[in-house]
């Protein structure tokens, strides 16, 4: 990784702007990659003796953690959905916030 890409992400980190790191050429190419060896399973399931189709790649070391590491194949895994929610619970409840309900109820 360049030390540009490298500033890129972390400004990323700190304007919470992640999102654009997910579209880049950078990951996009990393992430086929790691698909690719893993064969679109999901690594935990595969564990567990069973065989599910996955398309989300999870870093082992969060971005926000260790930047450093964003583009390291060998720090991402291949992990269904149900996983990669297990492995970030926060970002479950940012949809499941509680919605306003107006108390008087006619």
Same mark, same amino acid.
């Given at each position: 990784?360049?030390?540009?890409?490298?500033?890129?992400?972390?400004?990323?980190?700190?304007?919470?702007?992640?999102?654009?790191?997910?579209?880049?050429?950078?990951?996009?190419?990393?992430?086929?990659?790691?698909? $690719?060896?893993? =064969?679109?399973?999901?690594?935990?399931? #595969?564990? /567990?003796?069973? +065989?599910?189709?996955?398309?989300?790649?999870?870093?082992?070391?969060?971005?926000?953690?260790?930047?450093?590491?964003?583009?390291?194949?060998?720090?991402?895994?291949?992990?269904? $959905?149900?996983? =990669?929610?297990?492995?970030?619970?926060? #970002?479950? /409840?940012?949809? +499941?916030?509680?919605?306003?309900?107006?108390?008087?109820?006619?």
């Amino acid at each position: 990784m360049t030390p540009e890409i490298l500033k890129q992400i972390r400004t990323e980190i700190k304007d919470d702007s992640l999102i654009k790191f997910y579209h880049s050429k950078q990951w996009q190419s990393v992430r086929h990659e790691r698909l $690719r060896l893993d =064969h679109y399973e999901c690594q935990v399931c #595969k564990t /567990q003796g069973k +065989h599910t189709h996955s398309t989300t790649v999870h870093h082992i070391e969060h971005v926000r953690d260790k930047p450093m590491l964003a583009l390291e194949l060998k720090n991402t895994e291949t992990i269904c $959905r149900m996983h =990669h929610n297990m492995e970030h619970p926060e #970002k479950l /409840q940012e949809f +499941h916030k509680d919605k306003f309900e107006n108390q008087e109820r006619w």
